[in-house]
């Protein structure tokens, strides 16, 4: 028996890619604010009419793009190679991974994450961020407790620290590859162990 999602249809799939490439472009374009319904209908080369069968408004569009925006990074997270031997390997990898995803889809998160305009990304990508940092951090208590910093503000500091160089490598044109800006941040958590 097969118990994956059921299948969306390729014409709702285009649709809806039309519409979140028509609200990226309008971004680069625009101020949010003056960014409406109207204008990426057009710009998506379909009818009003049609952006209500998706999305209730811009706000719900925007919420739903960070929702496929996790969970296309949930997906790159989970390529991961069978001969990982420590939390660190596996930590590092998944820097690799997410790095490499933001990297492929560069034109989506210059504007999504280069902007202060849109938080709910920003905002989306900590919350998974703090996740990673909390699950690391439960794998290597002994090091918080023996160093006598509380848990919450360990995550605090490490998601933080991963969201401010991410965006900022961002804004920068990526001038780092993705493998090297990971080994970096790996370097750098991996000193505070020390």
Do not use: C
Not at 28 to 51: L, P, W
Not at 182 to 194: E, R, Y
Request: hydrophobic share 40%.
């Amino acid at each position: 028996m097969n118990h994956d999602k059921p299948r969306t249809d390729p014409r709702i799939l285009r649709t809806r890619q039309l519409l979140k490439d028509a609200f990226i472009d309008l971004l680069q374009e625009m101020e949010i604010e003056k960014i409406s319904v109207n204008r990426i209908s057009e710009r998506a080369t379909i009818n009003r009419v049609t952006f209500y069968l998706h999305y209730r408004d811009i706000p719900d569009m925007m919420d739903k793009m960070a929702d496929e925006m996790i969970e296309d990074i949930k997906n790159a997270l989970t390529r991961k190679p069978i001969h990982q031997n420590s939390v660190e390997e596996t930590f590092s990898w998944d820097i690799v991974s997410l790095l490499e995803h933001i990297a492929e889809h560069a034109k989506f998160y210059k504007v999504i994450l280069g902007s202060r305009r849109t938080p709910v990304f920003t905002d989306r990508l900590l919350k998974m961020l703090s996740e990673s940092v909390k699950y690391r951090l439960e794998n290597d208590q002994a090091y918080i407790l023996n160093a006598g910093i509380q848990k919450d503000i360990a995550i605090w500091y490490g998601a933080s620290a991963l969201i401010g160089t991410i965006v900022s490598w961002v804004r920068n044109d990526m001038p780092y590859t993705p493998q090297f800006l990971a080994k970096q941040l790996t370097l750098m958590l991996s000193k505070h162990h020390d």
